[in-house]
Structures are given as C-alpha cells and as structure tokens.
C-alpha cells in the first residue's frame, strides 16, 4: 500500500509540479482538425486568413485602393483633353479616400478597446473587471464603423466638390444621398445601442449569482496580478568552478556567422509574430483569450512560490501578504483550490484561471445573445426606427414641402391606430411587464396561483410556461401583470417550509424537547442540504391535541424542483423514525359514556314508518 501511495504521488509530481516538464500553454480542450484539400485559390484565401487581422486590413486597403485610384491616373496621364476626365477624377479620387479611410477606421475601432486596456493597466492595473464592458461595447462597433464610414464619404465628397467644383448637377443629389444615408446610420447606432442596454439589463438578473461569482474571482485575479516576482536564484562562486569545464573561444568568422544567423532569425521570428493571426504576439493582444489566461497563470504561480527551494504546490500562507486580511487571503484561495484539499498545483492553477476567462467571455456573450424577447423587440425597434428614417429622406430629399408629404403618411398612420390601437396598447403593457418589471428569466421556475411553472418562452403578448408534470400553458401578458401574483424561486434564496404535527394532549413536554433536539441534530449532519430549523407549540385543540410545527429551512432555493423534494422526502422519513424511537403519536380522546340508573342500555327507537309499531 505504501508504495501504490507513493507511486501515485510520485506521477503527480512528475504530470504536475516538475517545473521543467509542465506544459503551461497545453490546452486540454480536444480539438478536432481535419486537413482540407483545397484547390489553389482555396489555398491562397487560408493563406490569407492566416494573417493577422491589421496585416489583411492593410492589404485590402493598398489593393482596393490601388484598384479605386487607378482610373485616375489613366485620365490624368493618357486623356487629359477627355470631356469625362473630370468626372473620372472626381469619382476616383471619392472611391479612393472613402476607401482608405473605411479601412482605417477598421483598424481603429477595433485597436481602441486595447488602447483603454493598455492605459488602464499603466495607471491602475485593475482591467479584469474592465474588460466585461469593454467587450459589451464591442458589441456595437460593427455600427459605428458603419456610420464612420458613411461619415467619411460624406466629408470627403463636400471637400472634393468645394475645391474642384464638378460642373455635373447631379453630385447635389448624390450629397442628399449621403446625408440621408449618415441619418440612417444613426438612427440605427442609437436603436442598437438602446436594444443592447436593454438586452444587458434584461440578462442580468438572470445571471446575477454567475457574475456575482466570476467578480470574485477577477477582483483575486486582479489583486495577485499586482505582485512581482520575488525569485531566490543561488549561482556558483567563481572559485567553484571547474578549469576543465572552460571552453575555448571559436573563430571571429565562425562566431560572426553565428551573430548573423541568429539576428536574421530573430527578425524572421518578429515579421512572422506581426503577420500571422496565430502567433505570440497577436494571440497576446486577444485580452481576453486563453493565451492570456495561461500566461497570467503561469505568472501567478511563479510570484506566488516565492520559496526556496521552490514548491511544486502553493498554501494559503503564500497568499496572506497580498491580502489586508486572512479572511480575505483564505477566500482568494479557495477560487483556485477546486478541490479543497488545502494545496494548490500547477494544473488547477492554469485549469481555474483558464476558467475564470471562458466564465467571462460565455457572460458577456450571455449579455450579448439576444433572446427570443430581445429579438422581438428588436423587430419593434426597427420598425419604429424605419418610420424615422423614412422621415429623414423626406425632410432632405423634399425640404420645400415635407409636410404635405407627411400628410398621405400621417393618414396611414392614424387609420392603423383605429384598427391597432388595442394592440399597441396591449403590447406597450407587456413590453413594460417583460422589460421594466422582468417578473422572470427564461429557465426560472416560478409560482402562480401555488401551481409550479417553468417559463420556456416569452412573447411580446404571451408566455409559454411548462408544468412540471409536462403541460405546456400559454398564458397573456396581460393576465399576470395585472391580476397574478408571481413567486420567483430561482431569485429566492435559502427558503423555508413546514409541517405540522398532532401529538395527544397527554404527550410529555420532554418528550417534544427531546424531540427538537434530535431534529437539530440530523439538520447538523446534513448541513449540505439544510441551514436551520425550528420547533414550535402552535396550538393546543380543546385540550385534546397538541399542534406542532416543524420549520426547515432548504439551503438552496426550490428551482431543483426535483431536487426539493428529495430533501423533504428525506427529512420527513427521519422524522417519522424519531417520532417512533420517542414513542410521540396522536390518540383519540376517550369519550365518556353514560348509562341509565338501572344499568339497561335502552333499546333504539325505530325508525320507519311514522313510528308504528309492528304487529
């Protein structure tokens, strides 16, 4: 047995504390990668693809640049008596500026959150939390770029036409085009980015405990990151060395080539580190990607085991000068020790901290996801914002007379208000129920009319709920905003529930105490699934029964509906098995039964016809 024990820690040394075997960058995640066939241009676009995302910018821009720009230079050179040539110049010259400046507003946007990142790291270093809205607000930058790009063209062609003045009447439609186009633009930003905080405020009750839980765990990160390696290196002294161990100095030519071949490496290894997509360096820029959970791990992990000799393994005490408190030392500690065995290795250091990060991006890409609810709203937000829009192109496509175009609008308008009026009415209600009130999650298990109910769906005038016996009921909006009461459980916490008990009047008080007793105690022994109890007197029947409650309280809440119910089932067995060791049962009270003076029962009336007697 003990050398089975001292096998097996052994091979855990060997997978997880040898310092110079561990793989940091190993990824666990079985990935499968099928080799593709592909024919030559499919083989040139992986080749591109390959790249790293500013590189492939670049190279669109120089291509589609140089492609844009090309008709002027033939009509600047070759056919400059051309009556089109000004045309020609004006419409490259626009394509070409818009061009450029679309793909460097591509490559800004998208260079901006990691500048934010960068500067907040220099002045207070505390960017994990940061990072969740960064990456909310990248949500949005496909918008943005949108409506800078429509910004640019417009700037440019108002630039263009007031230096060189093109004769055609027609650039004076194309600048109402590109007004028109740059209010659409930002009519939709402004109703994305209305549906995204709406969306972002819709998910966060429902992922409360989770975002609660990933905080913790970015404010340990965030906290432990701030520290410096403090590494105890011990090198030979000069007379320990060995004379038979100096090596003789090569040639200078052999020692020159050498220099050579190293420094044209290393420049090798920065052009591919700049260029491709899957390199060090681009991987590193990805801050919240795996590459960088794995780095910061393996940081961690060194600056933590500040010891000598080194520990393949890190303690509690290791964190306590980081922390102004132990409490505070002991709780970072158990975010990384999954296994609550009191050390923490290698593997569940990189494991926890790889996991705090995919925690972080599956959030934000919770908060992101638009729900079937978000997306219907959505589509109502479109909707409105198309009737803006169409509003825009009327004020800058007929400014002398908008409102009489307005007017067959308005018509349509006020005609659909008589038809949908109720509609509109009743959809406003719900929306305000589902977005405003947000009685419940898609998930939540929930209580109406004290009839369980799991929510599988919502609608802008309905929800669909599941029973747990498997019934599916669609019940209005309407309905459970105004006249229901709702009890959420998944949102509850610990809950409380009772049983009550009928004992005979004659039951020993003691024997009630003894019976508190021995409910407190099988409550300590299954802490995981009870956190308190009571035992109370409620009432005493006409002296003939004694009404006890019996109170306890569920550690979690009841959304485990099955779950509930096998703690109760539990519970109530222990109970019956006390109640039987004590003896404690309910009785029925002993009537009294009084006889006549003579000691003869009296024969019963009988019963029939109006009394008579038979003959």
């Known amino acids: 047995m003990t050398n089975d024990k001292a096998s097996v820690a052994d091979t855990d040394t060997t997978a997880t504390g040898s310092s110079d075997e561990f793989d940091w960058d190993e990824d666990n995640e079985q990935r499968n990668v099928s080799a593709v066939k592909a024919r030559r241009m499919r083989l040139v676009y992986v080749a591109f693809m390959k790249l790293a995302r500013p590189i492939r910018t670049l190279l669109v821009a120089l291509i589609g640049a140089g492609i844009l720009v090309t008709p002027l230079l033939v009509v600047q050179f070759r056919f400059k008596d051309s009556s089109a040539r000004m045309q020609v110049y004006v419409w490259s010259l626009w394509l070409s500026i818009t061009w450029a400046a679309a793909c460097v507003t591509y490559l800004v946007v998208d260079l901006l959150p990691r500048v934010i990142i ?16 960064v990456e909310l607000a990248v949500a949005v930058s496909g918008w943005l770029k949108l409506v800078l790009d429509i910004s640019w063209g417009w700037i440019a062609l108002g630039v263009i036409r007031h230096i060189y003045h093109p004769p055609q009447a027609y650039w004076t439609d194309i600048n109402r085009v590109m007004q028109a186009f740059f209010g659409a633009g930002i009519i939709l930003l402004v109703e994305k980015l209305a549906l995204h905080l709406i969306a972002i405020q819709f998910h966060q009750k429902a992922l409360a405990d989770r975002i609660a839980e990933n905080q913790i765990a970015l404010r340990a990160l965030d906290r432990l990151s701030h520290a410096h390696p403090n590494r105890r290196r011990h090198t030979k002294s000069v007379s320990s060395v060995d004379p038979n161990q100096v090596q003789v100095k090569p040639n200078l030519r052999k020692e020159r080539r050498k220099k050579r071949k190293a420094m044209t490496s290393i420049i090798l290894d920065q052009v591919r580190q700049v260029a491709l997509k899957d390199s060090t360096l681009n991987q590193a820029s990805d801050f919240g990607g795996l590459h960088n959970a794995r780095r ?78 978000v997306r219907k709203l959505d589509a109502v937000m479109l909707a409105v914002a198309f ?113 009550t008990l009928v004992v005979s009047y004659n039951t020993p008080l003691e024997d009630i105490e003894m019976l508190k ?73 002993v009537q009294p039964v009084l006889l006549p003076s003579g000691g003869q029962i009296p024969s019963p009336r009988p019963s029939g016809l109006g009394g008579l007697r038979a003959r």
């Open 387 to 499: 009737v803006a829009i169409i509003f825009v192109f009327l004020l800058i496509f007929n400014r002398a007379n908008t409102m009489a175009s307005l007017i067959p609008l308005g018509t349509i308008i006020l005609g659909f208000s008589f038809i949908f009026g109720n509609a509109a009415s009743t959809l406003f209600e719900s929306l305000i129920f589902i977005f405003s009130t947000h009685v419940f999650d898609v998930g939540d298990l929930i209580l109406v009319d004290d009839q369980p109910l799991v929510v599988r769906e919502f609608g802008l005038f309905a929800t669909t709920f599941r029973r747990v016996d498997g019934h599916e009921i669609v019940a209005p909006n309407a309905l459970l905003a105004g006249t229901k009461t709702v009890h959420n459980l998944r949102r509850s916490n610990a809950m409380w529930e009772t049983t």
């Open 517 to 589: 007793m021995r409910v407190k105690a099988y409550v300590a022994e299954n802490s995981r699934d009870w956190s308190g109890y009571d035992l109370n007197i409620d009432k005493l029947e006409y002296q003939n029964a004694i009404h006890v409650i019996v109170a306890m309280e569920h550690r979690k809440n009841w959304q485990d509906w099955g779950g509930r119910w096998a703690r109760r089932t539990a519970f109530m067995k222990n109970l019956k098995t006390i109640l039987e060791d004590l003896d404690v049962r309910y009785y029925m009270p």
């Open 118 to 133: 960068s500067l907040v790291m220099m002045l207070s270093g505390k960017v994990e939390r940061l990072k969740i809205q």
């Open 296 to 373: 910061l791990a393996r940081k961690l992990f060194s600056t933590l085991n500040g010891v000598y000799p080194p520990r393949d393994h890190l303690l509690v005490e290791d964190f306590y000068p980081y922390f102004h408190t132990e409490a505070e030392a002991h709780d970072a500690f158990a975010v990384f020790d999954k296994d609550g065995n009191g050390d923490i290795t290698k593997k569940e250091m990189r494991e926890t901290v790889q996991n705090i990060y995919r925690e972080r991006k599956a959030l934000v890409s919770s908060l992101k996801d638009a729900s079937s609810a």
